[in-house]
């Protein structure tokens, strides 16, 4: 009996369309594997599931995927293949838990941790690996924006970040005291808290870790190029027009560089218990320092993406990589 696999995407954060879109790489690349049966279905913004034909679909406590029409089908693994909330947050990853059914990704706790950029600066300092400066508001109230005001003036050039969002939404480079009232308004309007980074001028490098039929696999890292008049923003990620430049395999670095991003990668996965899959963002200032910026549970694998294609590069095949994790998920389980 084929293995029956379903592919969860969309979901209700601002990254929903290009959750879509990682689905359709997933989806190509599953179709290659004769003993996988893929099922696909999108989550709406108010979760739920919904069939190619537009017909409603749910996961039930019986581990079936039931029609509105009371037929059902069974689930041996699950594809949680949504970026931001209600996948790459855990929520999902939780239900999952619950069910018994085994999913690709992170669990449910390092999902949570590395999504809240707060949580995961607060995580990577007590594993001992060096991140971007930074502070964190907890409201949008005049005590806590006076911390904004002030690390603006010690650093010259702050990025304000919503904790708990992707594709760049909810990032803002300041420069004037002008513009941050307005700025932090509307990161708060997309978080509960939010993060003030000191501004770097940097090479964005990042590596793909995964599990690789049963060995952790850190890449080496690859680097993307924003334009010099802004920064790696969603449009610079998505838009058709994108000025992004993107390469598989940083050129010029040293070893000691390369040795650094490999150690502090390695001790983030097993350290925040990543599972199968993430993708680690490094900042390389100009002064030489590298610092982490963030660990993605659930990276994107849109055409622009990096992970599917260092995985390629190192003479992985996603197919092969995917299909593995499943059987042995599934063979666990059973
Ligand atoms: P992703 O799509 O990778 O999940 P994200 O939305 O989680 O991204 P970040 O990676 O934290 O957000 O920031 C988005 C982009 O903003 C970075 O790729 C980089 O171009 C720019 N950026 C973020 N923080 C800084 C900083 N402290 N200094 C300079 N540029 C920054
Ligand atoms: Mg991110
Ligand atoms: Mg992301
Ligand atoms: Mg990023």
Redesign the pocket.
């Known amino acids: 009996n084929p293995i029956q696999v379903l592919l969860i995407c969309g979901g209700g954060s601002s990254e929903h369309e290009v959750s879509l879109r990682t689905a359709d790489f997933i989806e190509r690349e599953l179709q290659k594997c004769g003993d996988l049966q893929l099922t696909r279905v999108t989550m709406s913004a108010e979760g739920q599931l919904h069939d190619g034909s537009g017909k409603l679909r749910e996961l039930r406590s019986d581990r079936l995927l039931y029609s509105s029409n009371g037929s059902a089908q069974p689930v041996d693994y699950v594809i949680p293949a949504i970026h931001g909330y209600p996948g790459e947050t855990g929520d999902l990853q939780s239900q999952l838990e619950i069910l018994g059914l085994p999913y690709y990704g992170c669990g449910p706790e390092a999902s949570k941790l590395c999504f809240n950029?707060v949580t995961t600066k607060l995580w990577l300092s007590a594993l001992g690996i060096d991140n971007?400066p930074y502070r964190f508001l907890c409201a949008n109230t005049a005590e806590e924006t006076a911390k904004a005001r002030d690390a603006l003036k010690r650093w010259g050039a702050i990025?304000i970040?919503a904790s708990n969002?992707?594709?760049?939404?909810g990032?803002y480079k300041v420069t004037e005291e002008a513009t941050l009232a307005q700025v932090l308004d509307k990161a708060f309007r997309l978080s509960p808290y939010v993060l003030v980074?000191?501004?770097?001028t940097?090479r964005?490098l990042e590596v793909a870790a995964y599990t690789y039929k049963g060995e952790l696999v850190i890449t080496p890292p690859g680097e993307v190029c924003?334009p010099a008049d802004t920064?790696?923003s969603y449009e610079e990620?998505y838009a058709e027009n994108s000025r992004a430049e993107t390469h598989v395999v940083a050129k010029d670095l040293s070893d000691a560089q390369l040795g650094w991003i490999y150690e502090a990668s390695k001790r983030a996965f097993i350290g925040l218990q990543l599972k199968d899959l993430s993708r680690i963002?490094f900042?390389l200032t100009d002064e030489g320092d590298i610092y982490l910026?963030?660990v993605?549970t659930f990276p994107g694998m849109t055409p622009i993406s990096m992970f599917p294609k260092m995985l390629q590069n190192q003479g992985h095949d996603f197919n092969v990589y995917l299909a593995d994790l499943i059987r042995s998920a599934v063979n666990q389980t059973a």
């Open positions: 950029k971007t990025f970040k969002q992707g594709s760049s939404v990032c980074e000191k501004c770097l940097v964005e924003a920064f790696y990620k963002d900042f910026n963030e993605n």
